[in-house]
């Protein structure tokens, strides 16, 4: 069993630190061959054994050994499990589920018709960070043998996506996470598009995210878990869950929440872990006194998406510095312990889901919080960090750290976990109308998201509300190949003419948090913070500065127009800005385009 080391450390670590990797690189030995002789022993069946559990968890297999598995275990459990593929990837490569149940529900048809708990969990949406898909072959594989939670499976139906970026998953290498220890080869972080999945779920533009929103919308999980492995700082913690909604959100599923995450805390505790609820990002990078803050991430990631549907989302984080069988065993005893969960509560939490949807569907015209964001408190927490020193570097002249994983130390620091409403709008009364020169595009996007809206079938004259913006800004580089924009301005009250074929979204609907997160123009992740409406904010007639000059010098016949004028040139900004000063005349003028910075969709 030869270990590829993670990283080729450089001179200037300290020598602790080289201790602490042998350490750790030990510990990977021992306890790899320990797995490996006791589980491939008990396997009663060798086709159901992965790559990683034959080397002692220091390898993970390729993705032709991912499909062989899949159906390998319905061939084995031919009654309990069934292989299916739900989508294709851009390098044309079958994206794989498998759904396992101990009752036979192995559609989504049947889950819907029963009422059955569902929990779909997932590996690889960063292919790097593969734990999971090798975790959930073993656990998976125990419970079909009843060597684990025996009967949990007969209340619940587990439906597991092994690797989500296929693609990103086969390009295959020893150093695709230069932060990480083990498996020896890993995927890279993102698609063969270079798309970042988990940034993608609401904007969706990834052919892997359309895939999973229409497996999700079909399965509609009671618990969506996303499986990954962290960056940043070294320290004692092996593993960190975040549930959403736990500390704020609608209830009563926000309460279920804080449940599920307390037993999770207590279950892997129980376990030998040593777990966080919250993901340990330091506030500033490489100064750990500096502490951390509890983060509610917006819908583009897994967590925050699911949430936004009334269900739960948990982000499960390895920690990335502990080596490839201690981090498999960390989400296997996670995964252990939500399935535990969901066998005893799943139908009551079902119960509690269904009463959020239909809470939810009152809240048109209320105040809804679509952000939150920590304040200045913070209470001290005694994380458990490791020993380190910091000292300026002579290659980057920044003050560099250096942890020594072989003394464990206390880090007295603060935790910011009161978290305040960052953006509160407050919701229509009625719902959105998407002029039919939209429609086409926008309806698509709600279909994928699972939300409901009516196609106007005759022409609408109406009073709505609509958004013009008195700023539009764009970020200064790309994210994710599109290049993002906020825009400030209000709803005001306005007339409008909806062709036939105009899109109405009511807002009376269980998704009611989605829609707005799509559709309100200054939600984080909205259509227009993403992009997709940059031509509305953009200006396209000018009058010449030639003709506005005699315009002007007529206009200013009128008193009023000269009044306001004078008050205007108060403003010295103004005063000294020529292009200014003819726009206030041009958009005095019946040619003033009035759907420049005009956002299209509508709201009543
Ligand atoms: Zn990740």
Not at 248 to 268: N, R
Not at 293 to 303: G, K
Request: a neutral charge.
């Amino acid at each position: 069993l030869e270990i590829a080391p993670s990283v080729p450390r450089g001179a200037e670590v300290v020598q602790a630190v080289e201790v602490g990797y042998f350490l750790r690189m030990k510990q990977i030995f021992i306890l790899g061959l320990c797995m490996a002789l006791v589980s491939n022993a008990k396997a009663k069946n060798e086709s159901l054994v992965t790559v990683a559990e034959k080397s002692g968890w220091v390898k993970t297999g390729r993705y032709p050994e991912m499909v062989a598995l899949c159906k390998a275990f319905q061939k084995a459990y031919p009654k309990q499990v069934r292989c299916f593929e739900f989508g294709k990837s851009p390098e044309g490569r079958s994206l794989m589920a498998m759904a396992v149940s101990g009752s036979g529900v192995l559609k989504a048809e049947q889950a819907a018709k029963k009422n059955h708990p569902v929990v779909l969990f997932q590996a690889g949406i960063h292919s790097g960070e593969i734990d999971g898909k090798d975790a959930g072959f073993y656990l998976l594989r125990q419970m079909l043998e009843g060597k684990v939670l025996p009967k949990a499976l007969t209340k619940f139906t587990a439906v597991f996506v092994p690797i989500f970026s296929v693609d990103g998953h086969e390009r295959f290498a020893a150093y695709n996470r230069p932060n990480q220890v083990g498996p020896e080869e890993m995927g890279w972080r993102t698609t063969a598009q270079n798309l970042n999945l988990n940034r993608d779920y609401v904007k969706s533009d990834a052919p892997e995210m359309a895939a999973m929103l229409k497996l999700l919308d079909a399965w509609d999980p009671l618990i969506y878990v996303d499986l990954h492995v962290t960056d940043g700082a070294d320290f004692e913690h092996d593993v960190s869950v975040m549930t959403e909604p736990s500390m704020k959100g609608p209830e009563p599923i926000t309460s279920v929440g804080k449940e599920i995450s307390t037993t999770l805390m207590k279950d892997l505790t129980a376990t030998g872990h040593l777990p966080l609820s919250f993901y340990p990002t330091l506030l500033k990078e490489d100064e750990p006194t500096s502490g951390f803050a509890y983060d509610i991430m917006p819908p583009r990631f897994s967590h925050g998406y699911w949430s936004a549907r009334n269900r739960f989302g948990v982000l499960v984080e390895t920690h990335s510095w502990k080596n490839y069988a201690t981090r498999v065993k960390a989400t296997e005893d996670t995964l252990a312990s939500l399935f535990a969960m969901v066998a005893k509560n799943g139908a009551a939490w079902k119960k509690k889901v269904r009463e959020t949807d239909l809470a939810a569907k009152k809240l048109a015209g209320e105040p809804v919080t679509l952000s939150w964001e920590p304040s200045k408190v913070s209470h001290e927490f005694e994380f458990l960090g490791y020993d380190y020193k910091q000292e300026n570097s002579k290659i980057s002249t920044l003050k560099k750290i250096a942890y020594d994983p072989s003394k464990k130390k206390i880090w007295k620091v603060p935790l910011f976990d009161d978290l305040q409403p960052s953006l509160t709008i407050t919701a229509p009364k009625e719902g959105y109308y998407v002029p039919l020169a939209y429609s086409e595009w926008v309806g698509e996007k709600l279909k994928l998201h699972g939300i409901d809206f009516e196609i106007l079938k005759t022409e609408k004259k109406i009073s709505v509300e609509a958004f013009r913006a008195t700023e539009a800004t764009l970020e200064k580089a790309s994210v994710e190949g599109r290049v993002r924009q906020t825009v400030k301005g209000e709803w005001k009250a306005e007339e409008r003419t909806l062709p036939k074929g105009s899109l109405f979204v009511p807002i009376a609907q269980p998704k009611i948090f989605l829609v707005m997160h799509i559709l309100e123009p200054t939600a984080p992740d909205s259509l227009v913070s993403w992009g997709f409406f940059h031509a509305s904010f953009e200006r396209k007639e000018y009058m010449e500065a030639y003709v506005t000059e005699q315009v002007a010098v007529e206009m200013l016949k009128d008193p009023k127009v000269q009044a306001a004028f004078d008050e205007r040139l108060k403003d010295p900004e103004f005063a000294k800005n020529p292009a200014k000063r003819l726009e206030f005349f041009q958009r005095r003028h019946a040619s003033w385009d009035d759907r420049y910075m005009l956002y299209p969709i509508s709201r009543l």
